[in-house]
């Protein structure tokens, strides 16, 4: 979990906490990112070699992009602290 933002640019508690959940969440889909490949690549390795393993392409529609919401676009420079943006 990431430290509250500070009041730099005189926002209000409301956008600090929305600025807080939206890096909390950007980040748990990471993870759960993350944890999708290693169960793909663990479901690839247990495939009998006579079969054709499941997921040939490990990082295949999994991601979402979350560039294009306006509440992103919004806090995009307080996202850019913790996130590229083009991995969101």
């Known amino acids: 979990m990431y430290e509250p933002f500070h009041d730099e640019d005189n926002m209000n508690k409301d956008d600090m906490n929305n600025i807080q959940l939206i ?29 054709e393993i ?5 990082h295949s ?10 509440t992103v676009i919004k ?3 307080y996202i850019e602290m913790y996130f590229d943006i083009e991995d969101i």
């Open 23 to 51: 890096i909390n969440l950007l980040n748990y889909s990471k993870k759960l990112e993350g944890m999708v490949i290693e169960l793909r690549e663990e479901v690839n390795e247990l495939t009998p070699e006579d079969k």
């Open 54 to 58: 499941p997921y040939f392409e490990l």
């Open 61 to 70: 529609d999994i991601y979402e992009s979350f560039f294009d919401y306006p």
């Open 75 to 77: 806090y995009q420079k």
